[in-house]
């Protein structure tokens, strides 16, 4: 028996979207909800995989790397000056950023999100991780699934085309003993 459970996690986050043709160019921050579907079998508790797991791998991974950060696009120089900033500004910390090799979207944020549990939760026996939505707005939200994943990462995660910069979330899982 298949059983689907899901798990929301809310974080703050600021964006910036530099192709944007109005408001959305600007920086400016969301109260996001992101809420990760998976499928599984129970297990002899009864249970397709424990909730605090989920909570802590998954949802750890956003609270280190994404709450209260500046998520920004390669390329985009006003991201790449809030991140570089305190080398100019003595009295600045060095701002909490995350750089994305895509726009940082609802859409591609859900994406990334998508493969993060999978990446994460790759070694929990048959549990499969098929969908993230993710709320930008109370209103607006975008849908991934593994056929967007597979799109916007077409390659495993063992090729040597692996970006380092995803290659960087096997070893950045906060609870690493959580498998
Ligand atoms: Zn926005």
Redesign the pocket.
């Known amino acids: 028996m298949t059983i689907t459970i899901s798990k929301e996690v809310q974080f703050d986050a600021g ?3 530099m192709n944007h043709e109005g408001q ?1 160019a600007n920086v ?3 109260r996001y909800r992101a809420i990760l579907h998976c499928e599984g079998q129970l297990d002899h508790v009864g249970r397709v995989v424990d909730f605090s797991n989920l909570k802590q791998s998954w949802g750890g991974w956003i609270q280190q790397h994404w709450d209260h950060a500046f998520v920004y696009q390669t390329g985009d120089q006003l991201g790449q000056a809030i991140a570089d900033a305190h080398r100019d500004y003595t009295t600045l910390r060095k701002q909490k950023t995350f750089e994305l090799p895509f726009p940082p979207t609802a859409e591609y944020m859900a994406c990334w999100l998508l493969k993060v549990a999978m990446l994460l939760l790759r070694d929990v026996p048959g549990l499969v991780p098929t969908t993230v939505e993710l709320y ?1 707005t109370p209103t607006s939200r975008a849908i991934a699934d593994r056929a967007a994943v597979d799109r916007v990462f077409p390659f495993p995660v063992t090729s040597p085309q692996f970006p380092e910069s995803l290659a960087r979330l096997l070893y950045t899982n906060p609870n690493p003993e959580v498998k």
Request: hydrophobic share 10%; charged share 25%.
């Open positions: 964006h910036r979207l959305c400016h921050g969301h930008e």
